[in-house]
């Protein structure tokens, strides 16, 4: 548990359920919960596109074009790699007081199926490279407005948008009624599986979008180490190797001359022997079992390209038992300027320790480590499997039906992750039974799409007049 989450949970525990509830009412003479549905930009409101520069200033320089290209090709995925800017939009926002360890970055698509260490289907969170403690209405704001942009692409006209939002608030709000109910233990065993999904899917979807679920919960099952070792390498003199694909997947061994190539293979290696210092007993046991033989720096995401990102291939009993990390950049938070820097010194740990806090259950080789970079520089990183069991949302196919019930979904994982570390009984109370917090932030969520879409068209511009590069990819 991290910083001021941490303090909230300890007074917390002291405090009668009462004595919450009446704190969490009280927020409401703080920030009404009409007011959410307030979004005006500040007068002083700093270039989109400088923020974007600001950011890319610190990363991979041949791969920053990647990322603009990416961002202009719509308002969503825009907004993908937008969580720097919102957050600084967020932090002139009203807030109730209630924190909770934040996601950061809680759109849509950062909600998907993962695989559990009992090799269940769950759904859950996924991305926490923005994660720190905070009010908990700006992940549930950022959830909404991606709502909104996304039923925009698909062509829903008002109404269907502000059903698909009511619906994913609503379930937020109902659901942390339920947890503010629940024992503590109760509430840390929570968790939506691959069964639950199924009769969510059966009583609220179609029958196209009951297909839909059934080929994306198969397709999960399929998305491993073994799937990513057959489409990502290839034998090479009797050796397994990473296959280049530039510049999405370049092996070190083009990136750099033999000598440096040398060295920072050393480096990678022990920066996979030092992370596993991180992990559990069993797990660090499991993880000495393999050894590395290749990696290559991937690019990965949307907001995350040009952050340093490696894969490592490990064999283990022979050549065709594999197992891929991703090694990837933590960086300060996005949210640090405007709720204070994260407890941990390693922002790695920051990472780990918010996702380990928020999600169900996490990947068994989740870890963290700090090591130099082609650069020579120190950088964070923190590591996970490639691929586990991972299944995404494709908006573009989903009816307005479709897309409330997966906001649903959406809106019942945030509220159990909230109620992990923030007071949930302080938090039902301040949201109510009523609904004004609902239509508060369907209001909100227009409001701020349209200024995603404003930003989006300064990017444009930006790429168009030769101010900032963008390519394919």
């Known amino acids: ?43 002083d409101r700093a270039d989109p596109v400088d923020l974007l520069e600001r950011q890319s200033a610190a990363r991979v320089q041949e791969l920053v074009p990647i990322r603009y290209g990416r961002m202009t090709e719509s308002p969503f995925r825009f907004y993908r790699g937008a969580a720097a800017i919102m957050a600084a939009d967020l932090a002139g926002t009203p ?53 909104v942009i996304a039923g925009r692409e698909n062509g829903y006209d008002d109404g269907e948008r502000a059903d698909v939002v009511r619906a994913a608030v609503r379930s937020y709000r109902e659901r ?23 009769v969510v899917a059966d009583g609220e979807l179609h029958k196209r979008g009951r297909k839909q679920l059934a080929e994306a919960l198969e397709k999960a099952r399929t998305r491993d180490s073994l799937q990513a070792f057959e489409k990502l ?15 999405l997947v370049v092996p070190v061994a083009d990136l750099l001359p033999d000598r440096e190539r040398g060295e920072f293979q050393e480096r990678i290696q022990d920066l996979i022997e030092r992370y596993g210092a991180t992990l559990q007993s069993d797990r660090q046991h499991l993880l000495r079992r393999f050894s590395v033989v290749d990696m290559a720096r991937k690019v990965v995401g949307v907001g995350s ?59 068994i080789f989740l870890g963290w480590a700090g090591a130099h970079g082609i650069d020579g520089r120190e950088r964070d990183f923190y590591v996970r499997q490639l691929r586990d069991w991972k299944g995404i949302a494709e908006p573009a196919l989903m009816v307005p039906r479709g897309m409330a019930t997966f906001g649903e979904m959406c809106g019942a994982t945030l509220a159990r992750a909230h109620a992990r570390s923030g007071d949930r009984i302080a938090v039902a109370a301040y949201l109510g039974r009523g609904e004004a917090f609902d ?28 101010r900032v590069p963008a390519e394919e990819a």
Not at 127 to 145: H, M
Not at 176 to 198: C, N, P, S, T
Request: proline share 5%.
């Open 176 to 198: 942390m009624h339920e947890f503010a109910g629940m024992r503590d233990l109760d509430v840390w065993y929570a968790k939506a599986d691959a069964e639950q999904l199924q």
């Open 95 to 147: 807030v109730s007081g209630l924190r909770a360890q934040l996601c950061g970055d809680a759109h849509m698509l950062n909600f998907r199926l993962l695989g559990s260490p009992e090799r269940n289907l769950l759904f859950d969170i996924n991305d926490f490279d923005e994660t720190l403690p905070g009010p908990w209405e700006w992940d549930v704001k950022r959830l909404a407005a991606s709502l």
């Open 305 to 363: 390209v040009g952050t340093r990102c490696w894969i490592v291939l490990l064999l283990g009993r022979d050549g065709e038992d594999p197992l891929f990390l991703q090694a990837k950049e933590a960086d300060e938070s996005v949210l640090a300027r405007h709720v204070g820097a994260s407890e941990y010194a390693e922002q790695g740990e920051r990472v780990v320790s918010g996702q380990r806090l928020m999600q169900a259950a996490s990947d």
């Open 1 to 43: 548990m991290t910083g001021n989450t941490a303090v909230t949970e300890l007074n917390a525990r002291w405090q009668t359920p009462e004595e919450r509830a009446a704190r969490g009412r009280a927020g409401r003479a703080r920030a009404p919960r009409s007011g959410h549905a307030e979004y005006e930009p500040a007068p």
């Open 233 to 247: 390498t290839h034998l090479e003199g009797g050796e397994r190797r990473i296959t280049a694909t530039p510049p």
């Open 439 to 466: 239509h508060a932030l369907v209001t909100f969520a227009e409001s701020y799409a349209d200024q995603n879409e404003r930003d989006f068209q300064a990017l444009v511009a930006a790429v168009k007049s030769g």
